[in-house]
């Protein structure tokens, strides 16, 4: 079940862990302790910033699959649009690998990911040209039936080692979440409390879903014990919601409370569709391509969490 993870796109989740009594010593250049220093924000930043180019990636992977046939590419037509990728990114990438702290947690998987994007950028760049120039026309195909091996496998090999990362990632992201919820006191930021608190929540589920080996081999037992403290701990949120001055809160970034609401709502209806499937055991589902999970699945559960973290992080976002 872990592999379920991989169809979630890295977002821009950035927790706002503003710790002052981290056990694990000072930062140094070396390590990183309570996700603190000024030095691990930017690098996390960095990190985060890749999705961009991974989505130019997953645009090139569905526009190339839509035109040609994936088990023996380009036969009669060419492929009419292919994004051109540059190595800016990936040059930036590697900059930030290099830089200081070290995140045990994710550096080598970020570095196995910048290998795989290289050589697919190569590749890729060279199909462009060819099919831009339909330089198919002259060769009746040649060159497309000696690149269509090439770039599935690149994509295959960039994938694995981005759903990897992807997968260290998430584990880093939630011991971020765990640093602000040992550190943050409810009476101080009440909304924001519940907010992160809910979060937590939610974790509770993907873990345990994650965890199963067997998808229908869920405890739905156990898994509406924890969807119920969900509920609940939405509901204290609202009521708090009702209570406080969340503008005072968060300023103009007090809007994104009602969008992290309206995510929370359809994590339960996304929830309610997984236990639908699993009661019917109905698991004959595969996404269209990584960034497309079909509704009712661990898969479309993921991605909306993740969209509850970049609301979350948006309300946070004048923290720094």
Not at 101 to 113: F, R, T
Request: net charge negative; hydrophobic share 35%; glycine share 4%.
């Amino acid at each position: 079940m872990k592999n379920l993870i991989y169809f979630l796109l890295l977002s821009l989740v950035v927790t706002a862990c503003k710790t002052n009594n981290e056990p694990e010593g000072k930062t140094t250049e070396t390590n990183h302790d309570g996700f603190i220093s000024p030095e691990f924000y930017y690098k996390y930043k960095q990190y985060s910033h890749y999705e961009n180019y991974h989505d130019l990636i997953n645009r090139n992977y569905e526009q190339y699959l839509y035109d040609v046939d994936s088990a023996r590419g380009a036969q009669k037509n060419g492929v009419y649009f292919i994004y051109s990728l540059t190595t800016e990114e990936i040059d930036l990438l590697d900059k930030a690998i290099e830089s200081k702290p070290v995140i045990n947690e994710v550096d080598k998987e970020m570095k196995v990911v910048s290998g795989a994007v290289r050589q697919l950028t190569e590749v890729v760049n060279e199909a462009k040209n060819y099919y831009y120039r339909e330089n198919y026309k002259d060769d009746d195909f040649a060159k497309a039936k000696e690149l269509h091996p090439s770039i599935m496998g690149l994509f295959q090999d960039y994938y694995k080692a981005y759903y990897a990362m992807r997968e260290a990632f998430i584990k880093l992201q939630y011991k971020m979440l765990d640093a602000d919820l040992n550190e943050l006191k409810k009476d101080e930021q009440p909304i924001r409390y519940h907010v992160l608190m809910n979060l937590d929540q939610g974790r509770k589920i993907i873990r345990f879903i994650q965890e199963t080996p067997d998808i229908g081999a869920l405890n739905l037992s156990e898994l509406d014990l924890m969807f119920n403290a969900f509920k609940a701990g939405l509901s204290d949120l609202e009521e708090s919601i009702e209570q406080q001055d969340e503008a005072k809160e968060f300023g103009n970034s007090s809007i994104f409370l009602e969008g992290y609401t309206n995510l929370a709502g359809k994590f339960i209806i996304s929830f309610r569709n997984l236990k639908q499937r699993v009661k019917k055991k109905d698991f004959n589902y595969t996404p269209t391509y990584p960034n497309v999970p079909d509704r009712g699945t661990p898969e479309k559960m993921i991605e909306t969490y993740q969209e509850m973290f970049w609301a979350y992080n948006q309300l946070v976002r004048t923290y720094y």
